[in-house]
């Protein structure tokens, strides 16, 4: 660097420009980075811990409470690095104010001199074609020079100034700011697109542990929200850059579309009906605990079997309190018209929920709704109505199908 300033020793600066920085500027040159610095990043990660956090989730508890957690974290760290970035803002400030700089202006090329009680302590060649990431702020001109940041406050240059022609196409500071924003506000759109469609669909279809599919219509239309706003946003006039936040919002508000669409054809279950199990026990004569959890699904699904066919119209499953488990079996124990194994020949009553009683540690009943008769085929050919108890006390799960069957006497 030594002999590229000596090599400048001979040539005369065509302008040159001396100055000190006040006190009442830096402030705003502090601020415009720390703002740039969350729109262009904050915005960007709080998205991807949400990303990260969905994607641990096993219910929409931990989801919720992992996403508060994950944002959390993210300022937590954000706070840290603007803390640090203001200590390291304060040292730079006071070297700042401690002395003056002297720029020369060349053909090609700026020198740069700090000077502090006379002397000067730093000196820097700096070519016009090595400058790169030239932005205003505020009444400052910033650029770069292979990684050190340099400022010059515009009121200090002539109004023919060669290092003002070099920042003619730089847009202003807030021009920058707002595009910065833009640009955030965009990437984070399509992150929470994305999102959306996750959660519609892992929200609509919600597996509950040991059970079945519960539905709910409503969830896919709410989440579609964010890529609507998303695809509006893209549709802007004054967006540049625009494609990945039109393609996003359009078809994740599809996907949802379809989602949606498609819920129409599944069963509505109800997760907290126990009118159905209250029906069933004034009906066999038995009485069922209270339950924790009780889903009721109301259904038309034929099904053929080489031992039987016929049609399943209602499934009702239900995890029984833990505080009534124990007394539940000691009474099912008790009563003669619990089964703990199942005989082949009740194969022909039984419809596909009762597929795994073989290789299960269960009781179970069947009662013949017709013949008012329990655990027996029926007496002649015909369609009869069947209620089937299942207790799985493993599970403290009971489950109660009551179906249709096509019974046949000669073929058995």
């Not at 400058?131 to 020079?145: A, G, H, P, Q």
């Not at 359009?250 to 279950?269: K, R, Y």
Request: overall charge neutral; charged content about 25%.
């Amino acid at each position: 660097m030594t002999n590229e300033i000596q090599n400048t020793v001979n040539e005369q600066p065509t302008e040159q420009i001396r100055f000190a920085h006040r006190a009442d500027r830096l402030p705003n040159l502090f601020q415009s980075i720390i703002d740039r610095l969350v729109a262009n990043r904050c915005c960007l990660s709080l998205s991807l811990a949400a990303m990260i956090v969905f994607s641990l989730a096993a219910d929409l508890s931990i989801f919720t409470s992992g996403v508060l957690w994950g944002l959390a974290f993210t300022l937590a760290i954000y706070w840290r690095n603007i803390k640090e970035y203001r200590k390291l803002w304060q040292k730079t400030k006071i070297n700042l104010l401690a002395g003056s700089y002297q720029w020369d202006v060349y053909s090609d090329h700026l020198i740069c001199s700090a000077i502090r009680d006379h002397l000067i302590t730093s000196r820097f060649r700096i070519p016009f074609s090595e400058i790169t990431e030239k932005s205003r702020i505020k009444n400052m001109l910033v650029f770069t020079y292979r990684g050190i940041a340099f400022a010059i406050p515009e009121e200090e240059l002539a109004a023919d100034s060669r290092i003002r022609s070099l920042f003619q196409d730089v847009p202003s500071d807030r021009a920058v700011k707002k595009r910065a924003w833009q640009k955030a506000l965009s990437w984070l759109l399509f992150l929470l697109s994305v999102l959306a469609v996750l959660s519609g669909i892992f929200f609509s279809f919600r597996l509950v542990p040991g059970v079945f599919i519960s539905v709910q219509r409503w969830v896919p239309m709410v989440c579609a929200i964010i890529p609507i706003f998303t695809l509006i946003f893209g549709l802007l006039p004054e967006r540049k850059e625009k494609i990945h936040t039109i393609i996003v919002g359009a078809v994740s508000t599809g996907l949802l579309i379809f989602v949606a669409l498609l819920l129409c054809l599944v069963p509505q279950t109800d997760q907290n009906d126990r009118s159905y199990l209250q029906t069933v026990e004034r009906r066999i004569q038995i009485e069922f605990p209270d339950s924790d959890w009780c889903a009721t699904q109301e259904t038309e699904s034929d099904w053929s079997t080489f031992e039987s066919e016929g049609t399943l119209y209602t499934r009702c499953r239900a995890y029984v309190e833990e505080s009534d488990a124990d007394n539940f079996e000691r009474k099912i124990l008790r009563d003669g018209r619990w089964l703990t194994s199942v005989p082949e020949k009740f194969d022909v009553i039984s419809c596909p929920d009762n597929a795994d009683l073989p290789d299960s540690d269960a009781y179970v009943m069947f009662y013949n709704i017709r013949d008012k008769t329990y655990n027996a085929r029926p007496r002649m050919t015909g369609d009869y109505r069947y209620i089937c108890v299942t207790y799985y006390p493993d599970e403290m799960l009971l489950v109660v199908s009551e179906y249709l069957i096509h019974y046949s006497e000669i073929s058995q």
